[in-house]
């Protein structure tokens, strides 16, 4: 925190200029001119015989036609491996009693499929803030190592569906053949050794037909890695629509291949419903207790239905929040956070509803026992702070702490301010961070600049009015020996300081 305004505004012109740079440089576009300008300038030399002394020649290799070969190769292989991490969605088959009379079900639900899954993930990659809580947590998705982790980042990458498959089988007959010399290869070998090697993860599936009765088996291969699912209806049953089946097949998919401990599909299909309207209260204030209340029993279904599905506690805790009830949010967040104590969005949760239960209940209890919610709340800052995956995660939990020690009074002045320090510190690299990042993906990460532009601004207050407290407490003291004296003038000039900077960001943002 040596940095002066003017040295601030300065750090972050360069950061925002480095994010231009990179990505300029790492651009398809940039890459292309800088092929084409090498093969040009590489013609242009051969042309005009500019290598006229044979010590001076390029390698025989350093020629325009080689380099184009090369940057062909490259692009190959970059859509090859971006073809492997891929998820695709085949045709399903239709067999059975009924085949023929809809012959266009099997693409239609593959359709259906592929836009089922993509809605979930959005879903539960959208990152929404409200009243400084995720209405879904963004490490849903599990991140560790082994076989959950390679299905879990499965939704990560583009989701889309194969209608070229009949078209290469037209293209390609059985009898073609690779000619090399006198040697001849069955083309259909070489295509499936190619076809084996560049496959990704892939959704196939079959649709029967018995006896009145709808059978949707459901198969997915990665590798090694194997899973079905099988949707079954029963004969005395109204038959359900293709998008009925779609839904319910997504949902059993994405809760296999996403979560680390699957919960029960019923559950997850009513945390979905109870996340959708719940962030109708993010858009408008129109019907929002209503709709609280509606997601309220959607969370609490997804609960009934598995009572060890953290997210649902998790959700329900945000729910709560937004209500003001504070002792039912800070038990839906301490159930969540014994069902997945790696949650940071758990703890976080927590951290806020126990100190906000603190301030509402200052006139209602005894000053012991406000206190112990406040320690309470200190040592879940410790963990969440071991949980925090970023700056700006770190940022909020440092805020947090720096508050509840200037609540605890007296000695623990000075540690908010190291704690507040750190919390600006944070800040101000998440803020960094987003200027480098923006210009590769401006759509996503500009609500993140903004928001770390934001926590930047109010964690520089936050230092700012805890040092003036700290000025405050001593200048009321009068200080009694050098030592005092000392920390007084500290104090004084971390204040000044603070301030300082508060004002240049302000201005900035």
């Not at 879940?380 to 702490?401: G, M, P």
């Amino acid at each position: 925190m040596q940095l002066s305004t003017l040295g601030l505004r300065l750090l972050l012109r360069t950061t925002s200029l480095v994010g231009r740079l990179i990505a300029l440089f790492t651009s398809a576009f940039m890459n292309l001119l800088t092929v084409i300008a090498i093969i040009a300038i590489l013609a242009a030399l051969d042309k005009w015989g500019i290598w006229v002394d044979k010590s001076n020649q390029p390698d025989a290799w350093l020629t325009a036609n080689w380099v184009l070969c090369i940057w062909a190769l490259v692009l190959i292989i970059w859509s090859i491996i971006q073809q492997r991490y891929r998820l695709l969605i085949t045709p399903f088959d239709e067999l059975g009693d009924n085949k023929g009379t809809k012959p266009e079900s099997d693409a239609r639900l593959s359709v259906l499929l592929a836009s089922e899954l993509a809605q979930l993930r959005d879903l539960f990659q959208e990152f929404e803030e409200g009243e400084a809580l995720q209405t879904t947590a963004d490490n849903t998705l599990f991140t560790g190592t082994g076989l959950a982790a390679k299905e879990s980042r499965l939704f990560e990458s583009p989701i889309q569906f194969d209608a070229q498959g009949s078209f290469m089988d037209r293209v390609v007959s059985t009898e073609s053949v690779l000619t090399i010399g006198t040697l001849k290869i069955p083309i259909n070998i070489f295509l499936g050794l190619v076809n084996r090697f560049v496959q990704g993860p892939r959704i196939s599936g079959r649709i029967l037909h018995e006896n009145g009765r709808c059978i949707v088996i459901a198969e997915f291969s990665m590798g090694r890695i194997y899973r079905h699912w099988r949707i079954e209806e029963l004969s005395n049953v109204q038959s359900r629509s293709l998008a009925d089946l779609a839904h319910e097949l997504a949902i059993r998919i994405f809760t296999e291949l996403v979560f680390k401990y699957p919960a029960r599909w019923t559950a997850l299909e009513s945390l979905t419903e109870g996340i959708r309207v719940y962030r109708r209260t993010m858009r408008t204030t129109k019907d929002k207790k209503l709709n609280l209340l509606a997601a309220e029993q959607h969370f609490l279904k997804a609960i009934a239905e598995d009572n060890s599905f953290d997210l649902a506690f998790y959700n329900l805790g945000v729910v709560y929040f937004a209500l003001g009830r504070f002792p039912a949010a800070r038990n839906a967040f301490i159930s969540s956070t014994k069902h997945n104590p790696q949650r940071f969005d758990s703890q976080y949760g927590l951290i806020r509803t126990l100190y906000l239960e603190y301030l509402d209940s200052i006139r209602k209890e005894n000053a012991e026992v406000r206190h112990q919610g406040l320690h309470l709340a200190l040592d879940h800052c410790d963990r969440a702070l071991s949980l925090a995956s970023n700056a700006e995660a770190r940022a909020k939990v440092l805020n947090h702490k720096a508050v509840i020690k200037m609540e605890l009074r007296g000695r623990d002045y000075f540690p908010a301010s190291r704690f507040s320090r750190g919390a600006v510190k944070a800040a101000l690299q998440a803020l960094f961070f987003a200027e480098i990042t923006i210009f590769r993906c401006p759509e996503s990460k500009e609500r993140q600049r903004i928001s770390a532009c934001a926590l930047a601004s109010s964690s520089l207050q936050q230092l700012c009015k805890i040092n003036y407290q700290i000025h405050r407490y001593y200048k009321s003291h009068r200080p009694r020996s050098r030592f005092e004296a000392l920390l007084l003038c500290w104090s004084r000039w971390e204040w000044r300081s603070a301030a300082h900077k508060l004002h240049g960001l302000l201005r900035m943002t």
